[in-house]
């Protein structure tokens, strides 16, 4: 089993910066590819960035692109995603997840993630 923590959410104004924390526990991350998804209010739940399993391969949402950086810590176990230049369409919950052991490739598909956090709410005021 895998217990996933997030981090880091907070209030923020447009333009400025968060740093998310995804702390992983009961295994290594180094076993798993991992992602971050968010969900807004009354919308489906969408796709933000993941990473490989080695950490060498990243892949973005075409809305964060250039703005959000996903990261991985694998000897603390810990995921983050660095979001810069922050607007008010990127208020959600934001999730971490990670797929399960052997699955090394990173996904933009929530069904390939077999655990998921707690969730952490991100506000973006204008």
């Known amino acids: 089993q895998v217990q996933l923590v997030e981090s880091g959410g907070g209030l923020v104004q447009a333009g400025g910066s968060l740093r998310l924390s995804c702390a992983a526990s009961?295994?290594?991350?180094?076993?798993?590819?991992m992602g971050w998804f968010r969900q807004a209010p009354g919308k489906e739940r969408e796709f933000v960035a993941a990473?490989?399993?080695?950490?060498?391969?990243?892949t973005y949402a075409d809305f964060v692109r250039g703005r959000f950086t996903i990261l991985k810590d694998n000897a603390k176990s810990t995921v983050y995603l660095q979001m810069n230049s922050l607007k008010p369409e990127d208020t959600a919950v934001f999730y971490c997840?990670?797929?399960?052991?052997?699955?090394?490739?990173?996904?933009?598909?929530?069904?390939?993630?077999?655990?998921w956090g707690q969730g952490t709410q991100v506000t973006v005021s204008s």
């Open positions: 997840a990670a797929r399960s052991a052997g699955y090394y490739r990173p996904s933009d598909d929530p069904k390939d993630y077999g655990y």
């Open positions: 009961g295994r290594t991350l180094s076993m798993s590819a």
């Open positions: 990473i490989s399993r080695s950490g060498g391969s990243t």
